[in-house]
Structures are given as structure tokens and as C-alpha cells.
């Protein structure tokens, strides 16, 4: 049995760690492990344009822990009525590392996301003459779709004539959450890649709403079957290029989560390396563990991977059941808080 691995520092291409009190409680947990991160920009006004990603990042900055060599990535919301100058700025500047594309009320602070997939195409245009990357919420919003369908239905009704049109564009389709999916980048790569999430690879929807409704199990796109459960893990410990690292660690004050309208997300910063390795050590493919985690995000983003590395040994320890933030949103439970994860950072 292997009881400790080394690898090249890793990076998360998808995080959500919000504003202010928020990102100050929950930016550090992503630090300690992290090389880099792409920082989510649905908050509320997004990051939308040259000069809100400036500020965003001297925020985020002033949390980081002194000494920390963590460098946050800037990513601009996409609008309807986004100006390609000012995205074409961002990029050259070193600010943008790439846009985000939220489908209009997909999820979570997407509201102001995209309306007319159309009104966009000048910005994808600009995009592809600059060799910038899209990150796409890729969930078709369609009321008629079921839910557990979204993801199906916007790579064929969205993502697959917005390839053909731009050819030249490289995207990155998040979160990826069916085996349609993991079918769909294979045979689009490499124009196409795709993070995955931890909770994708570790939970089925029965384990979301079997024994009583899990509301730290959901998040968007929804948890699906067991058959896209094991496809996701498959297509992860495959080592792949088109496969790679993306928590979307998604912070939500306690209350917001149980309420009778609970927010999507699952917060799991505080383990979230160690859970990848886990999943990968089960599935006898720690081998593979490298180029999901350090190696293939830096390698579709055109980026070089992180020089350090980090030391991962099995030693068993509590998962912390909750963060505590200054302020009324006062807490974040964590994902699987309470138990046991037997892989920690040592170094
Ligand atoms: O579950 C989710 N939470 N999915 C998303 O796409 C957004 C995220 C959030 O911002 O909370
Ligand atoms: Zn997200």
C-alpha cells in the first residue's frame, strides 16, 4: 500500500470563496494547498469588468496569509452587454485568465449571466483572435428541461454550434456532472477540457435524497446516478489531458444553506486535495494523481505548472465539521465535517 505521494503543486481552476468576511475565513483553506486558483466572479455585483477584477484581486490578496506564494486568477462575468475592448484589456494586462459564462439564473448569483447566446458571439469572436479560454456553466435554464437533463441538453442545444462556430476557442465545460458529458470532451478535445468536481466522483443522487434530503449533498449541476457517478471517477483517474482539477468549493452561511429554499454548493476547501487523493489512492490510480491535479489545468489554460510541490501522507484526522466567519454570516458547515479523511498535507 502506498502511504505517501509527492507531486507538483496543484492548482483549482474552479473556487467560489465570495467577498469580504467570507473570503477572509475561507480564502486560506484553498492557500495552504494551492498554487493558484481561478476565482469565481458571481458576487453580487459580479466581476464584470477590468476595473472590478482589479479590485477583486487586491481583495483577495489582502487575505492571504503573510508569506503565502499563492497567486489568485481573475476570471470576467459574461454579459449580454460585455464590451470586448475591456475583456481584450484584462487578458493583455495579465488580469483576466479567462471569461465565465453562467446561463441567466443557472445557479447561484447568476441573474445577470447570459440572456441571448447570440448577443455574445462577438465577445467569443475577440476571444478566439486573442487566445483567451471560456469557462462555461454548462446547464441549459429552459424551465421544460428537467433538471437531472440540464447539463445533456445545453451541450447539444449550446455548447456543440458554439464550438462549430468557433473553432479556434478553447473552452473549459465545468464541473462536469454525466457520463454524456465525459463522452461529449473526449470527443472534443482537445479544444474542449473539463474540471471535476470531488463530490461528483464521491456521491449518487440516492445518497442526496434516499434517506432524507442532504441539503450539504446539493449543489448545480445536480448530483446524478450511479452510472455518471463512476464515469466522472473513471475519466478523472484516467490521467487524461482533457480532465482536471476544479473544486468548486462553494461557501454558503449555515442558515442559507437549510433554509426552505437552500442554496446550491458544497464547501470543501478544508479538504479538498486531501478528498482528490483519497479518491484516486481507492481507485488504485494515485499514479495518474499528478495530471489531474498539477498538470493538465496548467496545460489546457497555456500556462506553466507550478515549480514546488506538495506531500501528501495517510494519517488519519477529524474533517473540521464547520468554518466560522466575522459577521452575520457567521458560519459554513464543511463537506463530511465530523469524519475521518486519511490523507492529510504534511509538507
Ligand atoms: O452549486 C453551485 N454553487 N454551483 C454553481 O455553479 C455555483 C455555486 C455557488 O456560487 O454557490
Ligand atoms: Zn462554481
Not at 495552504?32 to 486558483?37: E, H, I, K, L, S
Not at 484516486?280 to 491535479?293: N, Q, V, W
Request: hydrophobic share 40%; charged share 25%.
Amino acid at each position: 500500500m502506498i502511504n505517501s505521494i509527492t507531486i507538483r503543486k496543484p492548482d483549482d481552476w474552479h473556487l467560489h470563496v465570495r467577498d469580504g468576511q467570507m473570503m477572509a475565513a475561507t480564502l486560506p483553506h484553498t492557500a495552504r494547498a494551492f498554487g493558484r486558483a481561478i476565482l469565481m466572479p458571481n458576487l453580487v455585483p459580479p466581476v464584470a469588468t477590468v476595473a472590478d477584477g482589479l479590485a477583486y484581486r487586491e481583495r483577495a490578496l489582502a487575505c492571504l496569509p503573510k508569506g503565502s506564494d499563492f497567486t489568485p486568477l481573475i476570471t470576467c462575468y459574461l454579459r449580454d452587454d460585455t464590451d470586448p475592448d475591456d475583456v481584450e484589456e484584462g487578458f493583455k494586462m495579465g488580469l483576466f485568465t479567462g471569461v465565465k459564462l453562467y446561463p441567466a439564473n443557472a445557479t447561484t448569483n447568476s441573474a445577470l449571466g447570459v440572456t441571448d447566446y447570440e448577443k455574445v458571439y462577438r465577445v467569443y469572436e475577440r476571444m478566439e483572435k486573442i487566445g483567451m479560454r471560456l469557462l462555461v456553466h454548462g446547464e441549459e435554464v429552459d424551465p421544460a428541461i428537467d433538471v437531472f437533463d440540464r447539463e445533456a441538453v445545453f451541450l447539444d442545444r449550446r455548447l456543440a454550434p458554439m464550438m462549430k462556430s468557433f473553432p479556434g476557442l478553447k473552452i473549459i465545460l465545468e464541473h462536469l456532472s454525466s457520463k454524456i458529458g465525459v463522452d461529449f470532451v473526449r470527443a472534443n478535445a482537445p479544444q474542449l477540457g473539463s474540471t471535476i468536481t470531488p463530490y461528483h466522483m464521491e456521491i449518487n443522487r440516492t445518497d442526496m435524497l434516499g434517506w432524507g434530503i442532504k441539503p450539504y449533498f446539493y449543489c448545480m449541476p445536480i448530483i446524478k446516478t450511479e452510472a455518471d457517478r463512476v464515469a466522472l471517477r473513471e475519466a478523472a483517474t484516467s490521467g487524461d489531458s482533457c480532465f482536471f482539477l476544479g473544486t468548486d468549493s462553494a461557501p454558503h452561511a449555515m442558515a442559507k444553506k437549510l433554509a426552505v429554499t437552500g442554496a446550491a454548493g458544497l464547501f470543501t476547501a478544508p479538504l479538498a486535495i486531501e478528498l482528490y487523493t483519497k479518491i484516486f489512492a481507492d481507485d488504485g490510480k494515485l499514479d495518474k494523481l499528478e495530471a489531474f491535479c498539477s498538470l493538465n489545468g496548467p496545460a489546457h489554460y497555456g500556462m506553466a505548472p507550478n515549480e514546488t510541490t506538495i506531500t501528501l501522507e495517510r494519517r488519519p484526522w477529524t474533517i473540521p465539521e464547520q468554518v466560522l466567519v466575522d459577521g452575520p454570516e457567521e458560519r459554513v458547515l464543511v463537506y463530511r465535517g465530523g469524519e475521518t479523511m486519511e490523507w492529510q498535507v504534511v509538507g
